[in-house]
């Protein structure tokens, strides 16, 4: 039996997209920004996704099936300075095909750093998301690096920023160290298998 949590590939077009008939979920987000701490978080692995201290290395699209269920997809992040205007180009395009044209996406996962207010970037990937009517899920990442009093805060100031009247479940305090938040993602993770 093939392992039920591995990555299937990575693809920087539609014809190299992996084949796999399971619910497919982007994340999206900043360079740096928790995504593939997230990714190990919820398979239960520490190095499935490799995490990488230089922002902007993810240069090609990742799929990794977890628990045989379910594929995150992760994206390249948006808004990294230290590469070429064309390589920027390049990868924007290539998220935007994956997002308009992959048959098997089901949701997205925007991810934040709690830390921070959203950028512009940040806010441009959240409208996109509310016009294209599917389902999403906000989770802000690195809440171990603040104090567990502050996150109300840190919480309301994205919602300020993105929309006020964002509800209470679309949003998830998250932190890969001590699981907090795992749950939540998974619960919206189940919601889309159908």
């Known amino acids: 039996m093939a392992e039920s949590t591995r990555l299937l590939g990575s693809a920087a077009r539609k ?8 619910p497919e979920v982007a994340l999206a987000g900043r360079s740096n920004v928790g995504k593939s701490s997230l990714i190990n978080c919820l398979a239960g692995r520490h190095q499935l996704a490799r995490i990488s201290g230089t922002p902007g290395k993810t ?7 977890i628990r045989n269920e379910i594929v ?5 992040g948006y808004g990294f300075a230290r590469v070429s205007k064309g390589e920027r180009n390049r990868w924007g395009i290539m998220i935007e095909e994956y997002l308009q044209e992959s048959e098997n996406l089901q949701g997205i996962i925007q991810v934040l750093d709690i ?6 970037q940040d806010q441009e990937m959240f409208n996109w998301l509310r016009a294209a009517e599917i389902p999403f899920l906000l989770v ?3 809440a171990d690096k603040i104090k567990k009093g502050k996150w109300n805060k840190h919480v309301q100031d994205i919602k300020q ?3 006020p009247g964002l509800e209470k479940e679309q949003l998830v305090v998250f932190s890969a160290q001590s699981a907090t938040g795992r749950e939540k993602v998974w ?3 189940k919601s889309l298998k159908g």
């Open 15 to 22: 014809t190299d997209y992996p084949f796999c008939p399971r």
């Open 72 to 76: 995150l997809v992760d994206l390249p």
């Open 161 to 163: 920023e993105l929309d």
């Open 59 to 65: 240069r090609n699209i990742f799929f990794y099936l």
């Open 140 to 142: 802000a990442t690195k």
């Open 187 to 189: 619960s919206f993770l």
């Open 115 to 120: 830390r921070h207010k959203p950028s512009a």
